[in-house]
Protein backbone atom coordinates (compact mmCIF):
# COMPACT_ATOMS: atom_id res chain seq x y z
CA UNK A 1 0.00 0.00 0.00
CA UNK A 2 1.36 3.59 -1.33
CA UNK A 3 0.70 6.86 -0.29
CA UNK A 4 -2.83 7.95 -0.86
CA UNK A 5 -2.85 10.99 -2.74
CA UNK A 6 -4.76 13.94 -1.55
CA UNK A 7 -6.25 16.95 -3.60
CA UNK A 8 -4.71 19.56 -1.48
CA UNK A 9 -1.54 17.17 -1.56
CA UNK A 10 -1.56 17.84 -5.24
CA UNK A 11 -2.21 21.45 -5.01
CA UNK A 12 1.02 21.96 -3.23
CA UNK A 13 3.37 19.67 -5.27
CA UNK A 14 5.74 21.44 -7.22
CA UNK A 15 8.94 20.61 -8.89
CA UNK A 16 10.83 23.55 -8.26
CA UNK A 17 10.44 22.95 -4.31
CA UNK A 18 12.71 19.95 -4.65
CA UNK A 19 9.45 17.47 -5.59
CA UNK A 20 9.81 14.98 -8.31
CA UNK A 21 7.32 15.62 -11.32
CA UNK A 22 3.84 13.85 -10.95
CA UNK A 23 3.40 10.58 -12.88
CA UNK A 24 -0.38 10.77 -14.35
CA UNK A 25 -1.94 8.02 -16.68
CA UNK A 26 -5.61 7.36 -18.40
CA UNK A 27 -7.36 4.15 -17.39
CA UNK A 28 -11.26 3.54 -18.08
CA UNK A 29 -11.38 -0.07 -16.61
CA UNK A 30 -10.81 -2.61 -13.30
CA UNK A 31 -7.89 -4.17 -14.28
CA UNK A 32 -5.87 -0.94 -16.07
CA UNK A 33 -6.35 1.18 -13.13
CA UNK A 34 -4.55 -2.11 -10.92
CA UNK A 35 -1.79 -1.96 -13.02
CA UNK A 36 -1.25 1.58 -13.36
CA UNK A 37 -1.11 2.13 -9.54
CA UNK A 38 1.06 -1.36 -9.27
CA UNK A 39 3.80 0.33 -11.18
CA UNK A 40 3.55 3.15 -8.72
CA UNK A 41 1.72 5.71 -11.14
CA UNK A 42 0.22 9.27 -8.65
CA UNK A 43 -2.75 10.01 -10.10
CA UNK A 44 -5.46 8.30 -12.25
CA UNK A 45 -7.31 10.37 -15.35
CA UNK A 46 -10.35 8.44 -16.63
CA UNK A 47 -10.33 10.92 -19.70
CA UNK A 48 -12.41 11.10 -21.92
CA UNK A 49 -10.23 9.77 -24.75
CA UNK A 50 -12.23 6.78 -23.57
CA UNK A 51 -14.30 7.74 -26.85
CA UNK A 52 -11.34 7.04 -28.84
CA UNK A 53 -9.25 4.66 -27.31
CA UNK A 54 -12.25 2.24 -26.28
CA UNK A 55 -15.99 3.07 -27.39
CA UNK A 56 -14.36 3.37 -31.34
CA UNK A 57 -15.46 7.40 -31.37
CA UNK A 58 -13.98 9.87 -33.72
CA UNK A 59 -13.61 12.43 -31.26
CA UNK A 60 -14.16 13.45 -27.40
CA UNK A 61 -17.66 15.10 -28.36
CA UNK A 62 -19.48 11.52 -28.25
CA UNK A 63 -18.95 10.06 -24.55
CA UNK A 64 -21.59 11.73 -22.49
CA UNK A 65 -21.65 11.79 -18.72
CA UNK A 66 -23.37 8.04 -17.89
CA UNK A 67 -20.32 7.05 -20.23
CA UNK A 68 -17.92 8.50 -18.00
CA UNK A 69 -19.52 7.64 -14.87
CA UNK A 70 -19.61 4.05 -15.69
CA UNK A 71 -15.89 3.76 -16.29
CA UNK A 72 -14.98 5.92 -13.07
CA UNK A 73 -16.90 3.43 -11.02
CA UNK A 74 -14.96 0.93 -12.60
CA UNK A 75 -11.56 2.29 -12.20
CA UNK A 76 -12.20 2.77 -8.65
CA UNK A 77 -13.43 -0.68 -7.65
CA UNK A 78 -9.96 -1.40 -8.10
CA UNK A 79 -9.25 0.62 -4.74
CA UNK A 80 -5.84 2.12 -6.55
CA UNK A 81 -4.01 4.36 -4.10
CA UNK A 82 -3.64 5.98 -7.02
CA UNK A 83 -5.51 9.40 -6.95
CA UNK A 84 -8.77 9.11 -9.10
CA UNK A 85 -9.67 12.40 -11.56
CA UNK A 86 -12.74 12.13 -13.89
CA UNK A 87 -13.20 13.87 -17.24
CA UNK A 88 -16.38 16.00 -17.26
CA UNK A 89 -17.54 14.99 -20.79
CA UNK A 90 -18.25 17.64 -23.33
CA UNK A 91 -21.27 19.66 -22.57
CA UNK A 92 -22.11 18.41 -19.24
CA UNK A 93 -20.50 21.51 -17.96
CA UNK A 94 -21.50 23.84 -20.16
CA UNK A 95 -25.23 24.46 -19.42
CA UNK A 96 -25.61 25.84 -15.83
CA UNK A 97 -23.88 26.07 -12.57
CA UNK A 98 -26.41 23.56 -11.04
CA UNK A 99 -26.18 20.90 -13.79
CA UNK A 100 -22.17 21.23 -13.84
CA UNK A 101 -22.23 20.57 -9.73
CA UNK A 102 -24.71 17.78 -10.26
CA UNK A 103 -22.64 16.09 -12.74
CA UNK A 104 -19.37 16.41 -10.69
CA UNK A 105 -20.73 14.98 -7.89
CA UNK A 106 -22.51 12.06 -10.41
CA UNK A 107 -18.31 11.31 -11.04
CA UNK A 108 -17.36 11.64 -7.13
CA UNK A 109 -20.34 9.69 -5.91
CA UNK A 110 -18.78 6.70 -9.00
CA UNK A 111 -15.77 7.26 -6.99
CA UNK A 112 -13.64 9.95 -8.68
CA UNK A 113 -11.52 11.93 -5.85
CA UNK A 114 -11.94 15.54 -8.43
CA UNK A 115 -12.85 16.18 -11.44
CA UNK A 116 -11.15 17.57 -14.46
CA UNK A 117 -13.00 20.06 -17.05
CA UNK A 118 -11.59 22.14 -20.19
CA UNK A 119 -11.33 25.59 -21.19
CA UNK A 120 -9.90 29.27 -19.57
CA UNK A 121 -11.95 32.13 -18.79
CA UNK A 122 -15.28 31.04 -19.99
CA UNK A 123 -15.47 28.12 -17.39
CA UNK A 124 -14.40 30.17 -14.50
CA UNK A 125 -18.17 30.09 -13.41
CA UNK A 126 -18.49 26.52 -12.97
CA UNK A 127 -15.21 25.97 -11.48
CA UNK A 128 -16.02 28.22 -8.76
CA UNK A 129 -19.39 26.56 -8.34
CA UNK A 130 -17.65 23.03 -8.52
CA UNK A 131 -15.24 24.32 -5.87
CA UNK A 132 -18.24 25.57 -3.41
CA UNK A 133 -19.24 22.14 -3.56
CA UNK A 134 -16.33 20.77 -2.28
CA UNK A 135 -15.31 19.01 -5.02
CA UNK A 136 -11.69 19.25 -6.01
CA UNK A 137 -11.69 20.38 -9.85
CA UNK A 138 -8.47 20.26 -12.48
CA UNK A 139 -8.29 22.53 -15.26
CA UNK A 140 -6.85 21.65 -18.86
CA UNK A 141 -5.96 24.19 -21.27
CA UNK A 142 -4.03 24.46 -24.49
CA UNK A 143 -5.06 22.41 -26.82
CA UNK A 144 -8.73 21.33 -25.55
CA UNK A 145 -9.97 18.49 -27.54
CA UNK A 146 -13.86 19.16 -26.82
CA UNK A 147 -13.05 22.32 -28.82
CA UNK A 148 -12.01 20.43 -31.90
CA UNK A 149 -14.69 21.96 -33.49
CA UNK A 150 -14.44 25.66 -32.87
CA UNK A 151 -10.38 25.09 -32.69
CA UNK A 152 -10.55 23.61 -36.44
CA UNK A 153 -8.58 20.45 -35.36
CA UNK A 154 -6.13 19.48 -33.25
CA UNK A 155 -3.39 21.96 -33.47
CA UNK A 156 -0.14 23.41 -31.19
CA UNK A 157 -2.06 26.21 -29.14
CA UNK A 158 0.19 29.52 -27.23
CA UNK A 159 2.89 29.70 -30.48
CA UNK A 160 2.49 33.53 -30.88
CA UNK A 161 3.30 36.25 -27.78
CA UNK A 162 -0.69 37.00 -27.63
CA UNK A 163 -1.96 33.45 -27.40
CA UNK A 164 1.00 32.17 -24.97
CA UNK A 165 0.42 35.36 -22.56
CA UNK A 166 -3.94 34.72 -22.88
CA UNK A 167 -3.06 31.17 -21.72
CA UNK A 168 -0.68 32.22 -18.99
CA UNK A 169 -3.32 34.28 -17.92
CA UNK A 170 -6.08 31.92 -18.26
CA UNK A 171 -4.09 29.48 -16.04
CA UNK A 172 -3.78 32.20 -13.27
CA UNK A 173 -7.00 32.73 -13.50
CA UNK A 174 -8.30 29.03 -13.11
CA UNK A 175 -6.08 28.79 -9.74
CA UNK A 176 -7.38 31.64 -8.68
CA UNK A 177 -10.74 30.00 -9.05
CA UNK A 178 -9.88 26.96 -7.09
CA UNK A 179 -8.33 24.42 -9.59
CA UNK A 180 -5.61 22.17 -7.77
CA UNK A 181 -3.70 21.56 -10.96
CA UNK A 182 -4.15 22.08 -14.34
CA UNK A 183 -3.10 20.42 -17.36
CA UNK A 184 -1.50 21.51 -20.41
CA UNK A 185 -1.80 20.64 -23.74
CA UNK A 186 -0.02 20.79 -27.00
CA UNK A 187 1.85 24.05 -26.72
CA UNK A 188 5.61 24.94 -26.99
CA UNK A 189 7.95 23.99 -24.11
CA UNK A 190 8.68 28.17 -23.34
CA UNK A 191 4.56 28.42 -22.73
CA UNK A 192 4.52 25.20 -20.26
CA UNK A 193 7.66 26.64 -18.33
CA UNK A 194 6.70 30.11 -18.08
CA UNK A 195 2.67 28.87 -16.56
CA UNK A 196 4.43 26.63 -14.76
CA UNK A 197 6.64 29.40 -13.09
CA UNK A 198 3.90 31.83 -12.77
CA UNK A 199 1.27 28.85 -10.84
CA UNK A 200 1.80 27.76 -7.43
CA UNK A 201 -0.51 25.05 -8.21
CA UNK A 202 1.40 22.07 -10.47
CA UNK A 203 1.10 21.62 -14.36
CA UNK A 204 0.64 18.43 -15.83
CA UNK A 205 2.14 18.33 -19.23
CA UNK A 206 0.95 16.62 -22.37
CA UNK A 207 3.25 18.05 -25.23
CA UNK A 208 3.89 21.19 -23.06
CA UNK A 209 7.85 20.44 -22.98
CA UNK A 210 9.70 19.31 -19.86
CA UNK A 211 9.25 21.92 -17.47
CA UNK A 212 5.49 20.87 -16.04
CA UNK A 213 5.51 19.86 -12.28
CA UNK A 214 3.90 16.23 -13.83
CA UNK A 215 3.73 14.72 -17.25
CA UNK A 216 0.65 12.78 -18.84
CA UNK A 217 -0.20 10.08 -21.44
CA UNK A 218 -2.72 7.94 -22.52
CA UNK A 219 -2.28 4.28 -21.83
CA UNK A 220 -3.21 3.02 -24.87
CA UNK A 221 -1.09 5.56 -26.83
CA UNK A 222 2.18 4.58 -23.90
CA UNK A 223 1.88 1.17 -24.27
CA UNK A 224 1.49 0.86 -27.85
CA UNK A 225 -2.11 -0.37 -28.16
CA UNK A 226 -3.51 2.86 -30.25
CA UNK A 227 -0.94 2.59 -33.32
CA UNK A 228 -3.12 5.11 -35.45
CA UNK A 229 -1.61 8.52 -36.10
CA UNK A 230 0.07 9.61 -33.06
CA UNK A 231 1.23 13.23 -32.24
CA UNK A 232 5.13 13.91 -31.72
CA UNK A 233 4.48 14.22 -27.95
CA UNK A 234 3.88 10.52 -27.69
CA UNK A 235 6.82 7.92 -26.34
CA UNK A 236 5.65 4.07 -26.77
CA UNK A 237 7.08 2.01 -23.85
CA UNK A 238 5.74 -1.43 -25.36
CA UNK A 239 4.32 -2.71 -28.37
CA UNK A 240 1.35 -4.59 -27.07
CA UNK A 241 -0.69 -4.29 -30.05
CA UNK A 242 1.75 -6.55 -31.65
CA UNK A 243 2.06 -8.64 -28.55
CA UNK A 244 -1.24 -9.00 -28.39
CA UNK A 245 -2.15 -9.97 -31.86
CA UNK A 246 0.38 -12.80 -31.85
CA UNK A 247 -0.50 -14.21 -28.69
CA UNK A 248 -4.34 -14.69 -29.87
CA UNK A 249 -2.91 -16.19 -33.16
CA UNK A 250 -1.17 -18.82 -31.49
CA UNK A 251 -4.44 -19.59 -29.41
CA UNK A 252 -5.94 -19.40 -32.57
CA UNK A 253 -3.55 -22.06 -34.39
CA UNK A 254 -4.02 -24.10 -31.30
CA UNK A 255 -7.53 -24.45 -31.16
CA UNK A 256 -7.55 -24.90 -34.82
CA UNK A 257 -4.56 -27.87 -34.57
CA UNK A 258 -6.12 -29.47 -31.86
CA UNK A 259 -3.28 -28.43 -29.57
CA UNK A 260 -5.51 -26.71 -26.95
CA UNK A 261 -6.74 -27.92 -24.53
CA UNK A 262 -4.29 -30.68 -23.55
CA UNK A 263 -5.20 -33.28 -20.79
CA UNK A 264 -4.10 -30.72 -18.24
CA UNK A 265 -5.97 -28.44 -19.20
CA UNK A 266 -9.45 -30.29 -19.19
CA UNK A 267 -11.25 -32.27 -16.48
CA UNK A 268 -10.91 -36.00 -15.67
CA UNK A 269 -13.13 -38.84 -14.27
CA UNK A 270 -12.30 -41.05 -11.97
CA UNK A 271 -11.07 -44.37 -12.71
CA UNK A 272 -13.96 -46.04 -10.74
CA UNK A 273 -16.76 -43.62 -12.75
CA UNK A 274 -14.80 -44.71 -15.78
CA UNK A 275 -15.13 -48.18 -15.44
CA UNK A 276 -18.84 -48.10 -14.48
CA UNK A 277 -19.47 -46.00 -17.79
CA UNK A 278 -17.84 -48.72 -19.06
CA UNK A 279 -16.10 -46.10 -21.53
CA UNK A 280 -12.29 -44.97 -22.25
CA UNK A 281 -9.44 -45.50 -19.84
CA UNK A 282 -7.89 -42.44 -18.08
CA UNK A 283 -4.49 -41.06 -19.65
CA UNK A 284 -1.68 -42.22 -18.36
CA UNK A 285 -0.58 -38.68 -17.63
CA UNK A 286 -3.78 -38.38 -14.67
CA UNK A 287 -3.28 -41.38 -13.48
CA UNK A 288 -2.19 -40.14 -9.91
CA UNK A 289 -4.18 -37.39 -10.17
CA UNK A 290 -7.91 -38.73 -10.10
CA UNK A 291 -10.07 -35.93 -9.77
CA UNK A 292 -8.15 -34.27 -12.62
CA UNK A 293 -5.93 -30.60 -11.49
CA UNK A 294 -7.72 -26.80 -11.43
O1 LIG B 1 -8.99 12.55 -21.92
C1 LIG B 1 -7.77 12.51 -21.73
O2 LIG B 1 -7.13 11.45 -21.84
C2 LIG B 1 -7.08 13.75 -21.39
C3 LIG B 1 -5.59 13.73 -21.39
C4 LIG B 1 -5.07 13.64 -22.76
C5 LIG B 1 -5.03 14.89 -20.65
O3 LIG B 1 -7.71 14.72 -21.13
Redesign the pocket.
Known sequence: MGTKWTAPAIASHKVRDGNQPLVMV?AYDTPTASMVTEAGVDII?V???LAMVVLGYED?LQVTIDDMAHHTAAVARAEPDAFIVA?LPWLSYHISTEETVKNAARLIRAGAQAV?LEGGYQRIAMIEAISKAEIPVMG?LGLTPQSVLALGGYKVQGRTTSTALTLSSEAKALAHAGCFAV?L?CVPSLVGQLITESLNIPTIG?GAGPDCDGQ?L?FHDLLGINQDLQPKFVRTYANLKQTTIDALGNYAKDVREGAFPNDEESYQLSDEEIETLGLYSKPDSLKDDPLGSW
Open positions: TLGDSTDKHVEIVV
